[in-house]
């Protein structure tokens, strides 16, 4: 076996993972009752999933090419980084706007 085997197979392996955790996250952003359970799922889940196509794009890239592809690796970085600040705008708006949840909501968002 070459390296391009143990390539094509971390390659898959990673778009295989990449797959099952946005898929998770887009069922939580689906399935979950209110809004803020629902944050979750595109903030957690489908950030690691899109994550692990990113990179694996990055493994498949750079090994048929002639070196590391950057533009993978920076959207990833761009990725993690935006990910946790928008989830954490959108639930700081969501408190102002006093937007609704159900009582398996865990804490005390808001005074009543």
Avoid: C, N
């Avoid at 797959?19 to 690691?48: C, E, N, Q, V, Y």
């Avoid at 950057?70 to 959207?75: P, V, Y």
């Avoid at 993690?80 to 398996?104: C, D, N, W, Y």
Wanted: aromatic share 10%; net charge positive.
């Amino acid at each position: 076996m070459d390296i391009s085997f143990w390539v094509d197979a971390v390659v898959a392996a990673l778009i295989l993972t990449g797959s099952l955790f946005a898929l998770i996250g887009s069922i939580g952003l689906w399935k979950l009752p209110d809004f803020f359970m629902r944050l979750h799922g595109p903030t957690k889940a489908t950030t690691l999933g899109v994550g692990s196509l990113v990179i694996g794009s990055l493994v498949y890239f750079s090994s048929r090419g002639e070196g590391l592809s950057l533009h993978e690796l920076l959207i990833t970085l761009f990725l993690f980084i935006t990910a946790p600040v928008s989830a954490h705008l959108l639930a700081k708006a969501a408190m102002h706007q006093r937007v609704g949840r159900i009582e398996k909501t865990k804490g005390r968002i808001w005074p009543q």
